[in-house]
């Protein structure tokens, strides 16, 4: 008979449902039996022991919550009676652990892009990046023109990025925006990229350089669009330029060591925490332990399970950094009178995930058990080897982008609830569950449902670790390659002009 709930830890309060039951139907787990007192969906909670009012409910052996009131066995757990514990900021005592991941030197290798700086990159694409909002469209049309005019081209595709901001920003906001533009003007899976600014806005170009610094003029063009006569065919000229250098790059083999990682999650259910996300976890704790980097974000999607990251810091310099991480995020919702629990959303709610707590147990075990090797600021870039924290929202486009930006090369996105979405590099899109699979199959590309069948999590890692390789070396697409679907979004925290 097909397995109806999953007990993920001996001293948790709850069982998973694996299909929608119904009120009387009983179930086996271990010794106990217990019989549901109401109808309970798909990847929700059943109690299966009585939890009094106050009282913590444990899943993944960890309080997701306290009691709003008595919890009977066989009822299900939900929002309706468990309620967030998450306050405001906390003070943090440094629990070093010990690495639990340990090096293993592989010789496996992947067909990367060597680049004249040294930097690798997955794809040999054109990028367009403009330094204002204002300029979309005309960058917009400038990419449908040079797609059509450089269809044989030996390059992967060339592609805009619209935004709307780089005018009327101030402060932190103007810099942010600059930051993330100039790291994808050096991200390595571009060969090359014009960038293309109006002439007036506050980012102007002249302003711009010096943030991006010295650059490649091979790799690199700018056009003033209001100081050119035809902006198009300007950007065209330019773009013919850098198809011809980025044409000289061929596919060579590179050490897996040189992979960069981003670990992302978007709308989750009550598997998230069971599949996808320990799934990516191992894949993490396997590249790194190679000699490669991972990259986490959504800082408020640990608020609740921050300790586990935190006494994985490398040392107490990085520990420092994580709680100024959490704390200051929370300070953001405190200035903007918001609670920091303000999270999960309604899909989450609907999947099966209760609080904030409980998404957040899920959410970290994509970091796997890795040391936390370095901590960096909105827009800042990796330089360590190893799990790296990036400061950046829960927002998906926001958060991918973070990631991007970071400088990763890839992008695995678990999801319970399905998006078309994709970033500015490749974004795997991977289920929590096999129906979404089957149901999405234009937007999926990993399933990690398997697990829920009885299938190991190291033998689906293995799948997953050969799949990434192979996307890294150019042999697949991910779905939002193959649709164009590659987007980004910047954080704004400030006023508009």
Known sequence: MKSTHLHIRQDDAVIVTL????????????????????????????????????EEVIKYGFPIGVAKQRIRVGDWVHTHNVRTKLDSTLSYDYQAENSKVKAQPSDRTFLGYRRDDGQVGIRNEIWIINTVGCINKTAEVLAKMANQQFADAGIDGIYHYPHPFGCSQLGDD???????????????????????????????????????????????KYIVSQEVEDELQAGLTAIGELVHYAEKFEREPVPVSELKIGLKCGGSDGFSGITANPLVGALSDRLIGEGGTTIL?????????????????VDENVFSDMVHLINDFKEYFIKHDQPVYENP??????????????????????????????????????????????QGPGNDLVSVTTLAAAGAHIVI????????????????????????????????DFD????????????????????????????KQTHNEKNGFKEIAIFKDGVIL
């Open 297 to 313: 974000t959504e800082v408020p999607e640990m608020f609740g399970a921050e300790t586990i990251l935190m006494n994985r810091a």
């Open 413 to 444: 996105f678990t999801t319970g609830r399905g998006t078309p979405f994709g970033g500015p590099v490749p974004t795997i899109k991977m289920s929590t569950n096999s129906d979404l699979y089957q149901r999405k199959q234009n937007w999926i």
């Open 345 to 390: 959303s309604p899909g989450n709610k609907s999947g099966g995930i209760t609080t904030l707590e409980e998404k957040s147990l899920g959410c970290v075990q994509k970091g796997g058990l890795a040391d936390v090797v370095d901590v960096l600021p909105y827009g800042g870039t990796v330089e360590k080897k190893g799990l790296n924290i990036v």
């Open 19 to 54: 299909t929608s039951l119904q009120k009387g139907e009983v179930l086996h787990t271990g010794d106990q039996t217990v019989t549901l007192r109401e109808d309970v969906p798909s990847g929700h909670k059943v109690a299966i022991r009585d939890i009094e009012p106050g």
């Open 448 to 475: 990690a449902g398997p697990i829920l069948e009885g299938m190991s999590i190291e033998d689906l890692q293995q799948q997953l670790y050969d799949y990434v390789l192979e996307l890294a070396s150019g042999g």
């Open 174 to 220: 103007l810099h942010n925006t600059q930051k993330i533009l100039r790291n994808l003007v050096q991200h390595p899976n571009a060969a090359g990229v014009l960038v293309i600014g109006l002439g007036c806005e506050n980012n102007h170009i002249a302003a711009f350089k010096n943030v991006v610094g010295h650059v490649n003029e091979d790799r690199v």
